[in-house]
């Protein structure tokens, strides 16, 4: 990263529409909003250091014993952990991709390699991945689906790089934080895995699928007992407040949210990326709840001037100005940031 920045920043000017941030459309859930209401008078003891009904609700909807799940304070916490708590000599993560990782890894004193994600190739990953997981290596990040470019990996090439890293000696870290806006979530997901490679560690987080990022409220998963005790060895206590347990809680309990987001964000991404190209922008195919996109360089400061935020993609290893990233939303919302696209494009 060029600089370190990310998508959401509202505070810094006066926005009416924030595209930067990729998030349910739908808001955070009812029941939460009622359960962070009902928890306020819980606010004077502390939070349940070990998030144990949180943990025990995780277990059920994932499908893995409780014990394999650590919560933090949003995923980004929990990357940091990794980082911190693992110390990796060397790691290996792709470009363009999620900021975190390197900044996390850097901090903590960790060699980077990168692998180049082409636009040529419309930025997926190719077989010579593998070649680049060697010995040499501690840690592989791998963000499925991909922030920003929003390209996805099946299953196999996942298992591949598994083995692969197993082979050499080194964790893989699968970033899955967009994998329940896919309508094939659970054919993609590692989850099933975990018990099978135990030099896998998979995160996620409420943050995005439920709408809550205010809350911050992130989990990984692994079956490495080891891996979870170096992690909870650098992370402060009480990171999880009680509100956001509950609403987690609460989230969980919600039967067709995830199914409504998922029709949402099918239909209006088909929507955006019809007007988009009708518009002569070149619109990378994504699955998940944003597009990434090229356009003329000075569109996100003529779209700010109309108090409109989308993410400027040019900050990112391996893109330049002309890159930009913008979340699926509601069908009117669409509608009026297409109109103000063929304002600014005219």
């Known amino acids: 990263m060029k600089k370190h920045k990310h998508g959401g920043d509202i505070y810094s000017r006066n926005i009416e529409m924030d595209y930067s941030a990729n998030i349910s459309p739908l808001g955070i859930p009812k029941r939460s909003e009622e359960a962070i209401l009902a928890s306020l008078d819980r606010l004077v003891h502390y939070p349940d250091v070990e ?3 949180l943990r025990a609700m995780l277990s059920e909807k994932e499908g893995i014993p409780a014990d394999f799940i650590l919560c933090g304070n949003g995923a ?31 901090g903590a004193g960790c060699e980077l ?3 180049e994600l082409k636009e040529a190739q419309g930025f997926a990953y190719q077989e010579d991945y593998f070649q680049n997981i060697t010995e040499e290596l501690d840690m592989v990040f791998l963000c499925n689906p ?3 470019t929003g390209g996805t990996v099946d299953r196999a090439f996942l298992i591949a790089a598994a083995e692969r890293c197993r082979e050499c000696g080194c964790l893989l870290v699968v970033d899955e934080c967009f994998n329940k806006f896919l309508d094939d979530a659970e054919a993609v997901t590692m989850k099933p895995y975990l018990e099978q490679y135990p030099n896998l560690v998979i995160l996620d987080a409420f943050t995005k699928i439920y709408a809550m990022p205010g809350l911050r409220l992130g989990y990984c998963m692994t079956a490495n007992e080891r891996i979870r005790e170096k992690m909870r060895s650098v992370m402060q206590p009480w990171s999880v407040s009680t509100l956001a347990q509950v609403a987690g809680e609460a989230a969980l309990e919600e039967e067709f949210y995830v199914y409504e987001v998922r029709t949402v964000i099918r239909e209006e991404r088909s929507f955006l990326e019809h007007e988009m190209r009708k ?8 699955r998940a709840n944003f597009i990434f996109f090229k356009a003329p360089e000075d569109l996100a400061e003529k779209l700010l001037a109309k108090s409109i935020l989308i993410r ?15 979340a699926v939303r509601g069908h009117r919302e669409n509608e009026a940031l297409m109109r103000a696209f063929a304002e600014v494009l005219s």
């Open 51 to 53: 998030c144990r009904s």
């Open 76 to 106: 980004a916490e929990l990357i940091f952990a990794l980082a911190n708590g693992l110390k990796p000599k060397r790691a290996l993560v792709a470009a363009p991709g999620f900021a975190e990782y390197e900044q996390a890894l850097s």
């Open 113 to 115: 390699s990168f692998y």
């Open 146 to 148: 991909n922030n920003p």
């Open 279 to 286: 518009l002569g922008l070149t619109v990378f195919s994504a």
């Open 312 to 326: 400027d993609c040019s900050n990112y290893r391996g893109l330049k100005k002309g890159y930009f990233r913008i």
